[in-house]
């Protein structure tokens, strides 16, 4: 079965700092995935998504991720944050075709100090 | 323009009562998805529809019903609430005929219930 491991709970990063946010996946063939941010109080957002082609892969809001299929993961990136990027944020895997389901990591929340 | 919604957003019953949430798309998506979302166990997967009459039963589905009579709705139903069942609950919907995970979820605003 497929799985998601963010392995940071909590992450502080200075405003104007670089950020990554880690995650590692396990399945048995090569995944979809996905990375979603949550606002206080509101549903989950899609900031990006691989399946397959270029490793890099740009989001919304100036985020990247990169696939890495020797490291089985699929970290997140930004080069500078802004107090606004203060969320939670969902690494999440996809089933390949035959199904639509999705398998959500635990989160990680990203606090921005000023 | 199309949104999906959820409707209580925040819902206080007792122990052993029925509960229904609602969840409304007007996106037309085939897919349907119930999510709930507790602290530490990130989203879990509840049940899941790829289409009218349709449903499948997701990870954590003990407890739960839902029921695909059109597109648009996908109503849960806690048959008799239980306080393990207190959490964050979302909808998402996705468009796809397939079934393909290619396909972007939308979320909800969730809904959050309480069981006294």
């Known amino acids: 079965a497929q799985s998601v491991t963010q392995p940071d709970i909590h992450i502080t990063v200075s405003e104007g700092a670089s950020l990554e946010l880690r995650c590692n996946y396990s399945y048995g063939a090569t995944p979809y995935l996905f990375w979603y941010v949550q606002s206080p109080g509101q549903g989950l957002q899609l900031l990006l998504k691989y399946f397959s082609g270029d490793t890099l892969v740009q989001g919304i809001k100036g985020f990247e991720a990169e696939f890495k299929r020797s490291q089985s993961s699929f970290n997140l990136r930004k080069p500078s944050v802004h107090w606004s990027d203060a969320a939670e944020y969902f690494c999440?895997?996809?089933?390949?075709?035959?199904?639509?389901?999705?398998?959500f990591g635990k989160g990680t929340m990203l606090l921005v100090s000023p | 323009d199309a949104e999906i919604t959820q409707s209580p957003r925040h819902k206080i019953t007792e122990t052993g009562r029925q509960v229904t949430l609602a969840c409304h798309q007007t996106?037309?998506?085939?897919?349907m998805f119930w999510y709930r979302q507790d602290l530490g166990h990130g989203l879990r997967l509840i049940h899941y529809?790829?289409?009218?009459?349709?449903?499948n039963k997701g990870e954590v589905s003990d407890g739960y019903s839902v029921s695909r009579s059109n597109t648009e709705d996908l109503p849960l139903t806690l048959e008799s609430a239980a306080s393990s069942q207190t959490s964050v609950y979302f909808c998402?919907?996705?468009?796809?005929?397939?079934?393909?995970?290619?396909?972007?979820?939308?979320f909800g605003p969730g809904t959050r219930l309480t069981v006294l």
């Open positions: 999440a895997v996809g089933a390949v075709v035959g199904y639509s389901t999705l398998t």
């Open positions: 529809s790829y289409g009218v009459q349709d449903t």
């Open positions: 998402a919907s996705s468009e796809s005929i397939s079934g393909s995970s290619t396909d972007t979820q939308y």
């Open positions: 996106w037309n998506h085939n897919n």
